[in-house]
């Protein structure tokens, strides 16, 4: 499966972004889907995933209550809808795949990634 990330951009402190992962190839319903991101000098690390169905999500605490992650199997895409942005969330933002019913927070559990899109959050 091939993962195309878009929507980054540069926004403000307390806006807001919408991400987009647009996947082809098999059949997407069967992935569960995760958002990641790596900031310059840091490791990368979870943020979000979302079950092959759409149920079953989970957010790391940084981002909970803030960001919302959701599927449209139909379309073939997931979306991470980030709100309340602070300069801590700038980074590249990833999503990626893994075949199964439910995500995973280690980024090795994922077989295919998109090439990321930068959010850049200015104070």
């Known amino acids: 499966v091939q993962l195309v990330e878009s929507g980054g951009g540069l926004v403000q402190a307390g806006g807001s972004l919408r991400l987009s992962c647009a996947a082809s190839?098999?059949?997407?319903?069967?992935?569960?889907m995760g958002w990641f991101r790596q900031a310059p000098g840091k490791e990368r690390e979870f943020v979000a995933g979302?079950?092959?169905?759409?149920?079953?999500?989970y957010y790391a605490d940084s981002v909970k209550g803030r960001f919302t992650i959701s599927r449209d199997n139909a379309k073939n895409t997931v979306f991470l809808q980030m709100n309340s942005l602070k300069s801590e969330d700038t980074a590249v933002y990833c999503c990626a795949a893994r075949q199964g019913s439910m995500y995973s927070t280690r980024g090795s559990d994922y077989g295919y990634w998109g090439q990321g899109t930068q959010v850049t959050v200015s104070s």
């Open positions: 979302i079950s092959w169905s759409g149920r079953n999500t």
């Open positions: 190839g098999r059949t997407f319903s069967i992935y569960a």
